[in-house]
């Protein structure tokens, strides 16, 4: 017995313990696309190119030994289109989840850019119009944060810092509730925020115009979240443990097609339907 669920609305959820997401690409060939994101835009032109790249990227530990290698190569997330448009936001959306409560780590590293030379996390993101924004700027050396709501952008907000372009930063964001903390290399970068627009959303990696940039070692503990969808299927198995196999499908609008919600199989969850 087989049983399939179209449905366009599923939005209940409840809380479990925490959990940790780690992003690995090494099993991802260099020159493809990861699988279980999606690359889109703000702002003017077409979404920007992501792909992996080889790159020398230092340990996250001191080194035990003077012997050990003080960099080593590895995969990275690199976004390499060069867009001269001004107002041009890539972003590279993670299809798996959605985030409410989380703190994110991140490594970057700002390859090269004409016009820009910008690497940032989008979070708590709705769609391309809504979402928040933290970035750091290699040519305006500065660190900020800004929020986008209806497709307007609010005045970032942010400390002047040194950013270097070449070297490898870490950027560490912290959302409880309706606060947010924002620390660059170690360091608190922007006092505690205070904000509402968004409660819960998608996590994607952002860059603009023409920046070339590189992300590493990006890790999300957070307080995950059962969608209805999902607690529903385990109802029914529960309840039916005949049941052979149970997913709840979504329509994607915006992508023209749908996906997977929630199934018996979890690890199925996001793709496409």
């Known amino acids: 017995m087989r049983f399939f669920l179209l449905t366009t609305a599923l939005v209940a959820a409840v809380g479990v313990s925490a959990a940790e997401l ?6 991802t060939p260099a020159g493809a696309t990861p699988t279980n994101f999606h690359s889109t835009a703000a702002g003017d032109a ?5 792909q992996i790249e080889m790159d020398e990227v230092p340990p996250t530990l001191a080194p035990l030994t003077p012997q050990a290698p003080v960099v080593t190569r590895r995969a990275v997330l690199a976004q390499v289109a060069q867009s001269m448009a001004d107002e041009h ?13 989380f703190t994110l780590t991140t ?11 910008m690497a940032g996390i989008a979070f708590r993101m709705v769609d391309e119009k809504n979402f928040y924004v933290v970035r ?51 360091r608190e970068a922007i006092p505690p925020l205070k904000d509402s627009s968004f409660a819960v959303g998608k996590i994607a990696f952002w860059t603009k115009s023409d920046s070339v940039s590189h992300f590493a070692d990006t890790v999300i503990n957070y307080k995950p979240r059962i969608p209805f969808g999902q607690l529903l299927v385990k109802e029914m198995m529960e309840k039916y443990p005949r049941i052979l ?3 709840v499908f ?3 609008k915006a992508r ?13 969850v996001g793709n496409a339907g």
């Open 22 to 27: 780690r992003f690995d690409f090494a099993a």
């Open 46 to 50: 077409k979404p920007g190119k992501w």
């Open 89 to 101: 936001f890539p972003m590279f959306v993670y299809d798996g989840d959605s985030f409410a409560d």
């Open 107 to 117: 490594r970057f590293k700002i390859v090269s850019g004409v016009m820009e030379q």
């Open 136 to 186: 750091a700027s290699a040519l305006g050396n500065n660190v900020r944060f800004s929020q986008v709501v209806d497709g307007i952008r609010s005045t970032p907000i942010g400390p002047e810092l040194k950013v270097s372009s070449g070297e490898w930063h870490t950027l560490k964001i912290d959302c409880r509730g309706n606060e947010i903390r924002v620390s660059f290399d170690d």
């Open 245 to 247: 196999a149970l997913k």
């Open 250 to 252: 979504v329509a994607d």
């Open 256 to 268: 023209k097609e749908t996906r997977l919600i929630a199934s018996k199989d979890v690890s199925e």
